[in-house]
T-cell receptor
Framework: EPEVTQTPSHQVTQMGQEVILRCVPISNHLYFYWYRQILGQKVEFLVSFYNNEISEKSEIFDDQFSVERPDGSNFTLKIRSTKLEDSAMYFC?????????????FGPGTRLLVL | DAKTTQPNSMESNEEEPVHLPCNHSTISGTDYIHWYRQLPSQGPEYVIHGLTSNVNNRMASLAIAEDRKSSTLILHRATLRDAAVYYCIRGGGSNYKLTFGKGTLLTVNP
């Protein structure tokens, strides 16, 4: 069964450093998402991406964050200058089509720890 | 705002059925009802979704009230591996993003 994969599974970084989280969505999917979950809290939407551009972003997704689909298979989330409060699980998700009944499939997540 | 209401927690015994309720009284006519679950330290996992009719798949059944203001996720025989947080999510919102609430923490007792 096709699945979304994410690398690395864990990342530890120093405050102020740049990190890139990588995702390989399900092949042929067209819509891509990043969510995050701070420990003990709800899963929160960060950004959606379609047709090589951001279609929606949340208040959390400020100019320290960026997303890219560099090569048609990977989908990346970059945090330019990490803060302590960026420590969280980051989940990538993808969906195939445009109607609201389409299922989003999530990856296993990257646990980011900012020290 | 998740716009759905679920109990914070529920408990079940292994091999017994579990009925997880969800209220979505302000749901629009075109919003699907999606159920996801999240096992400890894992990403959300799709369970089932529906619009008006009841739905069955290999994981669960979804019973949708006739007025669509509520739904119930049914796990026919709970196993220990079903212990998770279950999220009821309406529609997909703009750009089909999922808005998660706190969900229902299901505990399954052996």
């Amino acid at each position: 069964e096709p699945e979304v994969t994410q690398t690395p599974s864990h990342q530890v970084t120093q405050m102020g450093q740049e990190v890139i989280l990588r995702c390989v969505p399900i092949s042929n999917h067209l819509y891509f998402y990043w969510y995050r979950q701070i420990l003990g809290q709800k899963v929160e939407f960060l950004v959606s991406f379609y047709n090589n551009e951001i279609s929606e972003k949340s208040e959390i997704f400020d100019d320290q964050f960026s997303v890219e689909r560099p090569d048609g298979s990977n989908f990346t989330l970059k945090i330019r200058s990490t803060k302590l409060e960026d420590s969280a699980m980051y989940f990538c998700a993808s969906r195939g089509g445009p109607y609201s009944g389409e299922t989003q499939y999530f990856g296993p997540g990257t646990r980011l720890l900012v020290l | 705002d998740a716009k759905t209401t679920q109990p914070n927690s529920m408990e079940s015994n292994e091999e017994e059925p579990v009925h997880l309720p969800c209220n979505h009284s302000t749901i629009s006519g075109t919003d699907y009802i999606h159920w996801y679950r999240q096992l400890p330290s894992q990403g959300p996992e799709y369970v089932i979704h529906g619009l008006t009719s009841n739905v069955n798949n290999r994981m669960a059944s979804l019973a949708i009230a006739e007025d669509r203001k509520s739904s119930t996720l049914i796990l026919h025989r709970a196993t220990l591996r079903d212990a998770a947080v279950y999220y009821c999510i309406r529609g997909g919102g703009s750009n089909y993003k999922l808005t998660f609430g706190k969900g229902t923490l299901l505990t399954v007792n052996p």
